[in-house]
């Protein structure tokens, strides 16, 4: 069973564990977990099958994780107690693991136990969960075959990537000269720890004085912004890049399909160059972590009247209602 070290009970984290990460999950309930503001102030977080205080939680400087980026990860939201989308984010780690080789050492059943206890430990019901597979330790050679088995860590806390009146008044973005990665060099399909591309993306947002940065891919397209898929309207149909032109096979981009299906809207796969985003009568982004959020300005031209479109607001304001209808139940 997965337990919390004490100060008379260290676990090495810098070296291979022989303990299995396979062992079951004790639940807790939503009472026993509840911390006070002090004692929440050190997350709780789960490395290997052991639950330890962030401040204990650590990974070798021998992990590929950290010397090459050699690893997966997954970010997912959790809403009033329930984790939205779970099985479709756990399919799209295991499938990130199958591209690279990377044998994830537990099952899907026994990674939801524990990423559901890992919420629990931190008596949270609003948040963001990180997941991390990386290669394990090795030597410093890349050569994955030297890490003999992978490391799994699990972080729940709670985000806000942008304050509220930036949903309400809308976003800034630049587009960068850092092109997005040529799926023949490495597929963004696979969520890997190598995430410099979009760092190097993000930083020019950052000295620009945006909020986000949009991303091309080789042929000049658009691909995705540094952490969001991009969707654009025109005339009252949406339109957004096909996962083949650079874009991420993002869960909320999907959850859209839906809702402009529920709304009798429709969204359209289509190549789409900066002059179409320019011209736009609306424009939002979709992520994890963003949720889905308006984009007002670009490149210093306004987006329609400058304001988030009525459409944009439908698809934000069902979007909401719909994280907290559903979801896999974390306190039963």
Known sequence: ?????????????DEPQETSPNAAVKPANETSTARSAAQAQELTIY?????????????SVFDHGLLYGDGIFEGIRFYDGRVFRLEEHHDRLWDSA?????????????????????????????????????????NLGLNPHQCKRPSIIIIAATIALYPEEVYRNGLTVVTCATRRMNA??????????????NVMARIEANLAGADEALMLNDAGNVAECTADNVFVIKKGRIFTPPISAGALRGITRAVMFEIADELGL????????????????????????AEVIPVIKV??????????GSITGRMIARFRELVREGGTPIYS
Do not use: W
């Open 47 to 59: 490395v290997d099958g052991h639950f330890l205080p962030q401040s204990e939680a650590k990974v």
């Open 266 to 289: 429709k969204i359209t796969e289509a190549e789409i160059t900066r002059h179409d985003v320019f011209v736009a009568d609306e424009c939002f982004l979709t992520g994890t972590g």
């Open 1 to 13: 069973m997965p337990t919390k070290t004490t100060n008379s009970d260290t676990l090495l984290i």
């Open 98 to 138: 199958r591209s690279i080789c990377l044998d994830i050492p537990i099952s899907k059943e026994e990674m939801t136990d524990a990423l559901l206890e890992t919420v629990r430990q931190n008596g949270l019901r609003d948040g963001y969960i990180r997941q991390v597979v990386t290669r394990g330790v090795g």
């Open 299 to 308: 490149d210093g031209r306004v987006i329609g009247t400058g304001k988030p």
């Open 184 to 197: 023949a060099a490495l597929n963004p399909a696979v969520k890997s720890l190598n995430y410099l591309n």
